[in-house]
């Protein structure tokens, strides 16, 4: 099998600076391997999918001087590319976890599960307590669990990757997390599934995503090993960052593609940006992604976040 890369957006906003990094390195590192390079669809979340984003994502990318194999809209072998049109898919993984015994229902509310826990509780949640795992499931419990979330019941033993960029990763996804929704009460479908599944289906052999998703990743090695598969390699690439040192947000509109496409800004000029932020050249030169191929390295990305000043268009266009 070729090595196929991918990228995978939600159309919820425009494509900003931190964005395109990540997609830049996502498509270097596939085109260096001289394997496909995928686009699909994070659109599950469908109250904040933003109509035409999807088409105006994509349009901004070609800009950028990237391009894909398959996607939503050039097709391929493994269509649909939008996870909104894919849930047949993700209903045959579950039945085949539920066989497995490595789902149950769960009708708790978030604050039942604080209680529990009897934890102090910053800004992440308590891991989902063992304990609260059902004895003993009746016999087409699935089809019966329409009011209910839906959790995986993880294995309590490390889990080891070697991420391409951040190194050596451990984690206890047991201590961590614990038996964590894989469809929510109100019959979204989690991340967490749906990224395993569609990776598994169309074949991705390396996921490329930014450094924020590097604490779902154990807990997805996990799902993949319950399915049947083989993990991916992973390589999370550091955020870009605002001049506050804030993650971007749709609150950093001067930090978007079309905003600097609209400034004026050449594609090459952006690139070159880029790729000197990710450490592929020695200065921000400007260049085609093409350019930029045959000496690609996942060696020379740092793992350090960079801070974007306030006026990138001006930067760029000196």
Same mark, same amino acid.
């Given at each position: 099998?070729?090595?196929?890369?991918?990228?995978?957006?939600?159309?919820?906003?425009?494509?900003?600076?931190?964005?395109? &990094?990540?997609?830049?390195?996502?498509?270097?590192?596939?085109?260096?391997?001289?394997?496909?390079?995928? #686009?699909?669809?994070?659109?599950?979340?469908?109250?904040?999918?933003?109509?035409? @984003?999807?088409? $105006?994502? @994509?349009?901004?990318? $070609? #800009?950028?001087?990237?391009?894909?194999?398959?996607?939503?809209?050039?097709? %391929?072998?493994?269509?649909?590319?939008?996870?909104?049109?894919?849930? =047949?898919?993700?209903?045959?993984?579950?039945?085949?976890?539920?066989? +497995?015994?490595?789902?149950?229902?769960?009708?708790?509310? &978030?604050?039942?599960?604080?209680?529990? +826990?009897?934890?102090?509780?910053? =800004?992440?949640? +308590?891991?989902?307590?063992?304990?609260? &795992?059902?004895?003993?499931?009746?016999?087409? #419990?699935?089809?019966?669990?329409?009011?209910?979330?839906?959790?995986?019941?993880?294995?309590?033993?490390?889990?080891?990757?070697?991420?391409? *960029?951040?190194?050596?990763?451990?984690? &206890?996804?047991?201590?961590?997390?614990?038996?964590?929704?894989?469809?929510?009460?109100?019959?979204?479908?989690?991340?967490?599934?749906?990224?395993?599944?569609?990776?598994?289906?169309?074949?991705?052999?390396? *996921? *490329?995503?930014?450094?924020?998703?590097?604490?779902?990743?154990?807990?997805?090695?996990?799902?993949?090993?319950?399915?049947?598969?083989?993990?991916?390699?992973?390589?999370?690439? !550091?955020?870009?960052?605002?001049?506050?040192?804030?993650?971007?947000?749709?609150?950093?509109?001067?930090?978007?593609?079309?905003?600097?496409?609209? $400034?004026?800004?050449? !594609?090459?000029?952006?690139? %070159?940006?880029?790729?000197?932020?990710?450490?592929?050249?020695?200065? !921000?030169?400007?260049?085609?992604? =093409?350019?930029? *191929?045959?000496?690609?390295?996942?060696?020379?990305?740092?793992? +350090?976040? #960079?801070?974007?000043?306030?006026?990138? $268009?001006?930067?760029?266009?000196?």
């Amino acid at each position: 099998m070729s090595s196929r890369g991918r990228y995978a957006p939600s159309p919820t906003g425009m494509i900003h600076a931190g964005n395109a &990094r990540t997609a830049l390195a996502a498509w270097l590192s596939a085109r260096s391997r001289g394997g496909a390079f995928v #686009w699909r669809l994070e659109d599950l979340d469908e109250p904040r999918v933003v109509p035409g @984003m999807a088409e $105006a994502q @994509m349009a901004d990318l $070609a #800009w950028l001087g990237l391009d894909w194999d398959e996607g939503p809209d050039v097709g %391929g072998p493994f269509a649909p590319y939008a996870q909104s049109q894919r849930s =047949a898919v993700y209903e045959e993984a579950l039945r085949r976890l539920a066989a +497995a015994g490595r789902l149950f229902p769960c009708r708790l509310s &978030r604050k039942d599960l604080q209680a529990v +826990a009897s934890a102090p509780h910053g =800004a992440e949640e +308590a891991p989902y307590p063992a304990s609260l &795992r059902p004895c003993e499931l009746a016999p087409g #419990w699935l089809a019966e669990s329409r009011d209910a979330a839906i959790r995986f019941r993880v294995d309590a033993r490390p889990v080891s990757f070697v991420d391409r *960029v951040q190194g050596q990763i451990t984690e &206890r996804v047991d201590l961590a997390v614990g038996d964590f929704v894989l469809k929510r009460r109100d019959g979204l479908w989690a991340y967490q599934l749906a990224v395993v599944v569609d990776d598994l289906a169309m074949e991705i052999d390396e *996921v *490329v995503r930014g450094a924020d998703l590097l604490a779902s990743t154990a807990r997805q090695i996990q799902l993949i090993e319950a399915l049947g598969g083989t993990p991916p390699a992973y390589a999370h690439v !550091p955020l870009m960052v605002n001049a506050r040192g804030e993650k971007l947000s749709k609150r950093d509109q001067g930090l978007t593609l079309r905003s600097l496409r609209e $400034a004026g800004v050449a !594609p090459e000029a952006v690139a %070159g940006y880029l790729a000197f932020s990710l450490g592929l050249l020695d200065r !921000p030169e400007p260049c085609r992604p =093409a350019d930029l *191929v045959p000496a690609f390295a996942w060696e020379r990305i740092g793992r +350090a976040d #960079w801070v974007l000043p306030e006026d990138l $268009a001006g930067e760029l266009r000196r």
